[in-house]
């Protein structure tokens, strides 16, 4: 009974193009790249999703180190991480980490849910049918393009945009570790209204990045820590010249159809 129900998720894989996200978030500037405003999707998101080999390898290393340091040695589960979970709530009397791993996380950002018992086993299932349908990459690129960053902020394009100005290509190592610190927390670890906790946060990730050797030596990590960044205004572009800007979208939207229409 045990192998039907694990080799269920084969006939139900979920691949890539199922989780596609289809609304995006759309910058315009003028001919000088000088910005003229953003327009949110629908759902009032801030949402860009690009490549993996876009994203800095800096933020890729950050992300495993805080959220699933085994990610590419582990399952859906990881049995290591629920033992010593285990181990730790008992001595502590009380649940001290988290034993969820970024193939787990993924339906649940998905599909925001309630955290209760037969939810969590949804997820499972869920983390089952990826594993069939998608590599590591995938998943890993898809959970990174979805992550939430605080308020309607998702992605972490979106949020190097939003906060530095600049795609996630090009961040370094300090802010690579201050948004991988987002997602933990993204309400306390706002950065404009928390920056000493986010701090805090990203003191804990670079730690973790020396221990799993992504930063060698640990020079790097004082230097990190002590880096000064300087965030864009809150909300910056996002209702500059609103009218044309929709205007301007809905005029793209329509080219693109047309455009389809007549391949077809």
């Known amino acids: ?93 009380q649940i001290v980490s988290g034993t969820s791993t970024i193939t787990m996380q993924l339906p649940r950002m998905l599909a925001s849910t309630p955290r209760t018992l037969p939810n969590k086993v949804r997820e499972i299932w869920l983390s089952w049918r990826l594993t069939v349908g998608m590599n590591k990459e995938q998943i890993l690129q898809a959970y990174i393009n979805c992550l939430p960053m605080g308020g309607n902020i998702y992605s972490v394009e979106a949020v190097s945009r939003a906060y530095f100005g600049t795609s996630a290509t090009d961040i370094n190592q300090a802010k690579a570790s201050i948004l991988a610190a987002l997602p933990n927390d993204p309400t306390d670890f706002n950065p404009y209204d928390n920056w000493h906790l986010l701090k805090q946060r990203q003191a804990y990730i670079l730690k973790r990045m020396v221990e799993d050797n992504y930063i060698t030596p640990a020079l790097k990590l004082k230097k990190a820590l002590a880096e000064e960044i300087i965030l864009q205004p809150k909300n910056q572009g996002t209702i500059a010249a609103p009218h044309f800007l929709f205007w301007l979208s809905e005029h793209q939207l329509t080219h693109i159809n047309q455009n389809l229409s007549k391949k077809s």
């Open 1 to 93: 009974m045990c192998l039907i129900g694990r080799s269920l998720p084969l006939f139900t894989p979920i691949q890539p193009q199922d989780i596609t996200q289809n609304q995006q978030t759309l910058k315009f500037t003028d001919c000088n790249s000088l910005p003229l405003g953003t327009i949110l999707t629908r759902n009032q998101e801030n949402t860009v999703v690009i490549s993996l080999d876009r994203i800095s390898p800096l933020f890729i290393k950050a992300i495993i180190a805080a959220e699933d340091k085994r990610y590419y040695q582990h399952g859906v589960l990881d049995i290591k991480a629920i033992g010593r979970s285990l181990q730790e709530a008992i001595q502590a009397e």
